[in-house]
């Protein structure tokens, strides 16, 4: 009986011990908050990585965007362009010397007024800010200004002569970097005819 009775109390815990908590797969409070701060740590370099990525990918394509923005807005004003330079040239045919307007050049028969009105300055017949209009005698290499039949010994040329009319004028571009890099263009477009007189021949 002794024998059992010290077995018996032999498996009893004394008292005031702690047991400890049974394993079960829990992970201890300081383990799980290393765990914690670890994977915020590696959350925040992901984010990192992805936004470089990001503005890896999203450069080129602006570039391209814009770009091709400009493109088309190059296309529309040198197109403009070239139908006022070919508009001026019309009437530089018949009276390269009657550039601008005066007493013998009324409006709309010089070709300033021309040009003006066909890049959209019909109310004011006004050149657009930046835009410039040249009329050159390629034959002579003689630059014409102002009305010509308004100044004796001016107003003449020959038939046969080949007559420029330039039209110019700045554009600025809207892709990022480039832009800055380039700065603001000039877009120029010329177009040339042949003077001619009434009949054709001589001295008009």
Partial sequence: MASGRILGLSGRRPCGSISEPANDGAVPMKGLAKRIAT???????????????????LLPVCLVVFGAVDLGRAYLDLTQLKNAARSGAFLAQSAPTSVSSGTNCQDPQNIYYQVANELGQSTSPTLPAGTKLTVTDLTSTVTFTGCGPDTPGTEHYNSGQIIQVEVSRPFKLFTPLISSIVGPLTLTTRVQVVAQCGSGTGTC
């Fill in 39 to 57: 994977r915020s740590r590696e959350d925040s370099v992901d984010e990192g990585v992805a936004l470089i990525e990001l503005a890896l990918v």
